[in-house]
């Protein structure tokens, strides 16, 4: 087996207001449970990217790596800790609210090629080959309005990145461009893998402070159901967990499990 992952965590930006501060946290909680509880993955194959690191082509750069030789039997790990939003598609027709869900890098700023769209996600993805274990986590936003909640029992704090906000009715959505055909083809195919997702795409994702100490709410929740449930239940039915716990701590999110893999254990 040729098992690597890749843990992609930010917590500042450089604009301080859209700071965050559970990410790192949540993939240094990641690396342990994959790396020292279970040592399903080495330490050499687990690359970690944070804060200046994570621009989107050194996340792009290292999803290459990640994906690089891999072959039936192996386990591949990609997880995701930061903002998330939307922005104008340039698949109109696939799209009907106008939008491209994305992650937002530390270089974010806006214009198109600091973004990383679900479509670019879908082709970097689309090669992965059969009989490959991979999962892919995404705790960030995927709404208009981002808000990561920084304390419990504190009054909520919404934050517009860099107040950036789209507008799907007006003429900033892009029209088709050279590159929609391999979008099309891309997103229409079923993900060769498993993603496990915060919340639903009109959601936001809480950054919360849990026993001391700040993390995404989904990510300490997955985690948590994943270190007694991880070997036996399928990934399905662990978010459904998550969203029993998620639910009962006064989170308003509801976590997603979609792709061919979701009624899979989290390990091979």
Same mark, same amino acid.
């Given at each position: 087996?040729?098992?690597? *992952? ?52 050194? $996340?792009?750069?290292? $999803? ?13 790990? %990609? ?15 696939? !799209? ?13 700023? @806006?214009?198109? !090629? ?6 670019? %996600?879908?082709?970097?993805?689309? @090669? $992965?080959?059969?009989?490959?274990? %991979?999962?892919? $986590? ?32 007006? *003429?900033?959505?892009?029209?088709? @461009? ?80 979609? @792709?061919?893999? !979701? ?6």
């Amino acid at each position: 087996m040729n098992n690597k *992952a890749l843990l992609v965590g930010i917590n500042k930006y450089p604009d301080s207001r859209n700071d965050l501060r559970g990410c790192v946290n949540d993939i240094l909680d990641m690396e342990n449970f994959i790396a020292e509880k279970n040592k399903m993955y080495a330490t050499e194959n687990i690359k970690k990217l944070t804060d200046k690191d994570a621009t989107k082509k050194g $996340i792009v750069a290292n $999803i290459k790596w990640l994906m690089e030789g891999a072959q039936a039997g192996d386990s591949l790990l %990609f997880h995701y800790s930061g903002h998330g939003s939307q922005i104008p598609t340039h698949n109109k027709p696939l !799209e009907k609210d106008g939008l491209d869900e994305i992650i937002c890098p530390y270089d974010y700023d @806006g214009r198109e !090629e600091t973004a990383l769209r679900d479509k670019e %996600f879908a082709q970097l993805f689309a @090669g $992965i080959p059969e009989g490959v274990h %991979f999962v892919w $986590i995404s705790d960030s936003c995927h709404a208009e309005d981002l808000s990561r909640d920084p304390f419990q029992g504190v009054e909520k704090h919404y934050r517009y990145f860099n107040t950036l906000k789209p507008k799907a009715n007006e *003429a900033s959505i892009l029209e088709e @461009g050279p590159s929609d055909t391999l979008y099309q083809n891309a997103i229409v195919k079923p993900l060769n893998g498993a993603l496990l997702s915060a919340c639903a795409s009109n959601e936001l994702s809480a950054d919360a402070y849990i026993n001391n100490r700040f993390n995404g709410a989904f990510t300490y929740y997955l985690l948590k159901n994943l270190m007694q449930y991880s070997d036996n239940t399928s990934m399905q039915k662990v978010i459904q967990l998550v969203n029993k716990d998620l639910s009962k701590n006064g989170y308003d999110q509801n976590p997603q499990s979609e @792709g061919l893999l !979701e009624t899979k254990a989290f390990f091979l």
